[in-house]
């Protein structure tokens, strides 16, 4: 596609319901990045994928956090038994090689509330 | 770890120009600027990298001081299409392309 889509684009769950965001990649960027970024706060990482692997999954915040990336491409961050603090924007991003001379293309985001 | 932003926030009229820190910890191989509009998605500005080289494409300049772990970005002759929130990423390995980002400049100009 064109750019990084993300979906859905906003979601309200009740507290200890699981959710699934998803991201679709540029096609041929190898990297993908998640972030998440709370109301009027700076982009929080949570995990970065090269191909289908997760050498970096350092940010994410608890175990009730996982991603995965299939086909190197689509990925799916799921978060179990949502709670309250999960409220934020999550937003995706690729990169062409993961390298540190490859821009990050961000999606929109998907606005996460936790009632 | 996370890289410090200042200022927080600016106002600025149009014409006038900013200056944004980015100020690291750790030893940098490249700093990231970005432009985030309230409700939108970061859009890339400016990488630059360990031993100077400079990739951006907006008419926004930058400087990277290695020894000082520092970042600028310069906003010459405002506009108002400037307004948004600049946020810096660092990385440090230089193989991941892995940001991690400042908590971000708010910069608001007027007419």
């Known amino acids: 596609g064109a750019g990084v889509s993300q979906s859905p684009s906003n979601k309200v769950t009740e507290k200890g319901k699981d959710v699934e965001l998803r991201c679709d990649p540029i096609?041929?960027?190898?990297?993908l990045y998640w972030y998440r970024q709370r109301l009027g706060q700076g982009l929080e990482f949570l995990i970065y994928?090269?191909?289908?692997?997760?050498?970096?999954k350092s940010g994410l915040p608890s175990d009730r956090f996982s991603a995965e990336r299939t086909g190197e491409s689509v990925s799916t961050l799921t978060i179990q038994r949502t709670q309250q603090e999960d409220s934020a924007v999550y937003l995706c991003?690729?990169?062409?090689?993961?390298?540190?001379?490859?821009?990050?293309?961000f999606g929109n985001g998907t606005r996460l509330t936790v009632t | 770890q996370q890289p410090v932003q200042s200022p927080q926030a600016v106002i600025l009229r149009e014409g006038e120009d900013a200056v944004i820190n980015c100020s690291s910890s750790?030893?940098?191989?490249?700093v990231h600027w970005y432009r985030q509009k309230h409700g939108e998605a970061p859009v890339f500005l400016m990488i630059?990298?360990?031993?100077?080289e400079q990739k951006g494409h907006e008419k926004i300049s930058a400087s990277f001081n290695e020894k000082k772990q520092q970042s600028s970005l310069y906003l010459t002759a405002s506009q108002l299409s400037y307004s948004g929130t600049y946020f810096c990423?660092?990385?440090?390995?230089?193989?991941?392309?892995?940001?991690?980002f400042g908590q971000g400049t708010t910069l608001q100009v007027k007419p």
């Open positions: 990423g660092t990385e440090w390995t230089g193989n991941t392309g892995k940001l991690i």
């Open positions: 630059l990298l360990k031993g100077g």
């Open positions: 994928f090269q191909g289908n692997s997760a050498p970096d």
């Open positions: 750790k030893a940098l191989y490249s």
């Open positions: 991003a690729s990169s062409l090689r993961g390298r540190n001379n490859s821009p990050l293309h």
């Open positions: 096609s041929g960027h190898t990297a």
